[in-house]
């Protein structure tokens, strides 16, 4: 009997999951919530439709629950609930903690089971399995797990900075309550300081890692680093 022939797993696009389950809502909730735009429970309809429309499709294409996806639809429902429930500062404040804290306490969590981001990160854009080969060819198997495992506390770590960074940023900018012209205007502030105060020091330390991470890649294989890129 001939065997039927196993359908290769399509590859998710890191950039477009990032995009539509973090990025695109979150500038949705913050720009276009004021009432001569979308209004509130319109940008959260919306805001809502992007992680869970993504997370579906996600699924049927390859037949596992997205991670990100999920994560978005909880960031999305915690920021229109805060807003159209008009409940406190400290919700937000709360919400703004906890999102990049359960992401860092996630990858660290999943570093050895198969369901590890680090691997899902990485695997985006580089083929693992080839340099896992390469490595045993250079006798330094066990140093690839090892690689993997130090890129995986310091991307964990990175997300735990960035949520004691997003607790600070949001203690100190938000005034005002939920609903208020007060609270928005505190809250756009806060979205035009994240970039210096947050996303700036993330890039910075995601950046470190990625840099030891391939050149010892490279210093151990002794191959050119495009070699293991994943083709287009």
């Not at 607790?167 to 005034?175: C, D, E, H, Q, R």
Request: glycine share 8%; proline share 4%; with cysteine.
């Amino acid at each position: 009997m001939q065997e039927t022939e196993k359908r290769p797993e399509k590859k998710e696009s890191a950039l477009l999951n990032i995009a539509l389950n973090v990025a695109l809502p979150a500038l949705i909730m913050t720009k276009l919530s004021a009432p001569e735009y979308l209004g509130e429970t319109w940008s959260l309809m919306v805001a809502l439709s992007l992680p869970l429309g993504y997370g579906i499709y996600d699924y049927i294409q390859r037949r596992k629950i997205n991670f990100f996806s999920i994560l978005g639809l909880f960031s999305v429902l915690m920021t229109g609930g805060i807003g159209l429930f008009k409940l406190s500062r400290n919700w937000m404040i709360a919400k703004e903690t906890i999102v990049p804290l359960i992401m860092g306490l996630a990858v660290i969590a999943t570093q050895n089971t198969r369901f590890s981001l680090v691997r899902l990160f990485f695997d985006q854009m580089i083929d693992l399995e080839k340099i896992k080969e390469s490595f045993a060819e250079k006798a330094q198997g066990n140093h690839f797990d090892k690689l993997l495992g130090i890129a995986c506390m310091g991307l964990g770590l990175s997300f735990l900075v960035s949520a004691g960074l997003n607790f600070y940023l949001a203690s100190t900018i938000l005034i005002g309550e939920p609903g208020t012209v007060e609270f928005t205007e505190s809250l756009g502030r806060m979205t035009a300081l994240s970039f210096p105060v947050i996303v700036l020091p993330m890039m910075v330390m995601v950046g470190a890692i990625l840099f030891y991470f391939f050149r010892t890649i490279h210093k151990i294989t002794q191959r050119p680093f495009e070699e293991f890129l994943r083709q287009p």
